[in-house]
């Protein structure tokens, strides 16, 4: 049976209070961006949903990128109708016929929103129910467990009667709580945080550090595929690639070996914050594993923490590496992520990298190092190069963002 809307339901943001109509503008904004290359859907917003009419429009394509944005909770196909009890009753039927494979069990669910329609909820679940049972002699009815629950939805404009209800990402809208910039590696945990820190509305700038020619140009385009994926979910993301050779090998000669990756994320902290205040960002975000290696026990992310007086968001902190896998997997980086070019945090690894380093240490060692550092931190940020990564694989110089895209 041919579906001529999809009706989207929203998720958290249904509980923001005097808020809520500007936040479910903004992902109203992203769900019509998202679907911009159909250009034949309308757009109704309605009390914590939004309708889409079809109008000839392929409903698995619309599907297919629905489920993927943050801030809708489900959505379902929907086949609308006027008011008409006997409409109501037929078309009822028809979706029920269409099913495969056939159910053997339902129930009706009526939610009437608009309270002036003649009949209540309970005797409309009598109405319909009795017309399909009369209708389809194998189906019987369950209201526990049934195969199928048939849906219909009495608003004023319109009935919408419907039987699927499709999981979307769910989460809050892109940008309803602020900006991060993410440390984005060529390995597998970062681009996960990323994911998970978009889903829960942060905006965000990927920072990448390179040290080229220690590291190759493939591992560079490894990661601008990395960061188009993530503009897949997030409409558009900056790229910050940031030159760490001359730094990276000034710190490898300090003659402390086992701090070399220690003071090399400290660094790399103090560069994504002052980028981050350039870009009006507000939190840092890694990829970092409670325990998974050398600089993420808890020893090492209190000292290495300690550089950056940015919020430091670790989505993945907790998590089990398989379960990190397996949500890489899901969202479409692991195959990229796990391409053999490696990036700079592989350089100068010690034998013995410190797992509890020493605070006041670091602190010296960075102290003798004074203004040499600085400057070679200052150049870092002044040599970073800058690209714009669209959802459609896109890249762009970067700039201030055009009037058609501010939700950026």
Same mark, same amino acid.
């Given at each position: 049976m041919k579906y001529d809307l999809v009706l989207v339901r929203f998720g958290e943001i249904t509980i923001k209070g005097r808020n809520r109509n500007r936040f479910? @503008?903004?992902?109203?904004? *992203?769900?019509k961006s998202a679907l911009k290359e159909m250009p034949n859907l309308e757009f109704v917003r309605g009390y914590a949903r939004v309708y889409i009419h079809l109008n000839g429009e392929s409903y698995e394509q619309v599907g297919d990128r629905l489920k993927d944005i943050f801030g809708i909770q489900t959505f379902s196909p929907v086949i609308s109708s006027d008011h008409d009890l006997e409409v109501i009753r037929e078309t009822s039927l028809q979706l029920m016929r269409s099913l495969s494979p056939a159910p053997r069990t339902f129930k009706v669910s009526v939610k009437r929103g608009?309270?002036?329609y003649p009949h209540d909820s309970v005797e409309?679940?009598?109405?319909?129910?009795?017309?399909?049972?009369?209708?389809?002699?194998? %189906?019987?009815?369950?209201?526990?467990?049934p195969d199928v629950e048939?849906?219909?939805?009495?608003? &004023?404009?319109?009935?919408?009667?419907?039987?699927?209800?499709?999981?979307?990402?769910?989460?809050?809208?892109?940008?309803?709580?602020?900006?991060?910039?993410?440390?984005?590696?060529?390995?597998?945990?970062?681009?996960?945080?990323?994911?998970?820190?978009m889903r829960k509305g942060l905006k965000i700038e990927a920072v990448h550090f390179h040290s080229y020619p220690?590291?190759?140009?493939?591992?560079?385009?490894?990661?601008?595929?990395? @960061?188009?994926? %993530?503009?897949?979910?997030?409409?558009?993301?900056? #790229? &910050? #690639?940031?030159?760490?050779?001359? #730094?990276?090998?000034?710190?490898?000669?300090?003659?402390?070996?086992?701090?070399?990756?220690?003071?090399?994320?400290?660094?790399?902290?103090?560069?994504?914050?002052?980028?981050a205040e350039q870009n009006g960002a507000l939190a840092i975000v890694t990829g970092d594993s409670l325990g998974q290696v050398a600089s993420q026990t808890?020893?090492?992310?209190?000292?290495?923490? *300690?550089?950056?007086?940015?919020?430091?968001? *670790? $989505?993945?902190v907790m998590m089990d590496k398989q379960d990190i896998i397996?949500?890489?997997?899901?969202?479409?980086?692991?195959?990229?992520?796990?391409?053999?070019?490696?990036?700079?945090?592989?350089?100068?690894?010690?034998?013995?990298? @410190?797992?509890? $380093?020493? #605070?006041?240490?670091?602190? *010296?060692?960075?102290?003798?190092?004074?203004e040499e550092l600085e400057r070679l931190i200052e150049e870092a940020v002044l040599g970073t190069e800058v690209l714009v990564l669209r959802e459609d694989g896109d890249i762009e110089s970067a700039g201030e963002p055009k009037e058609e895209d501010a939700w950026f």
């Open positions: 479910e @503008a903004m992902l109203l904004t *992203r769900i608009w309270k002036q409309m679940n009598h109405l319909v129910g009795a017309h399909v049972l009369r209708n389809t002699p194998d %189906l019987k009815v369950d209201v526990r467990s048939l849906k219909i939805d009495i608003q &004023h404009e319109s009935t919408y009667i419907y039987c699927e209800v499709e999981k979307a990402a769910g989460g809050f809208p892109l940008g309803m709580n602020g900006k991060g910039m993410l440390l984005l590696s060529g390995g597998i945990d970062s681009p996960v945080a990323g994911w998970m820190a220690f590291t190759s140009e493939q591992a560079k385009e490894k990661v601008i595929s990395l @960061a188009k994926r %993530l503009a897949y979910y997030g409409g558009k993301i900056k #790229l &910050h #690639l940031v030159p760490f050779t001359e #730094l990276q090998t000034k710190l490898a000669q300090s003659g402390h070996d086992s701090l070399i990756i220690t003071l090399m994320r400290r660094s790399m902290l103090k560069i994504t914050e002052r980028l808890l020893g090492s992310m209190n000292v290495i923490g *300690r550089s950056s007086s940015l919020p430091l968001l *670790r $989505p993945l397996d949500c890489a997997e899901r969202i479409g980086t692991f195959q990229t992520s796990i391409l053999p070019f490696e990036d700079c945090c592989t350089l100068f690894v010690p034998k013995s990298p @410190a797992t509890n $380093p020493n #605070l006041a240490l670091v602190e *010296r060692v960075e102290a003798h190092m004074g």
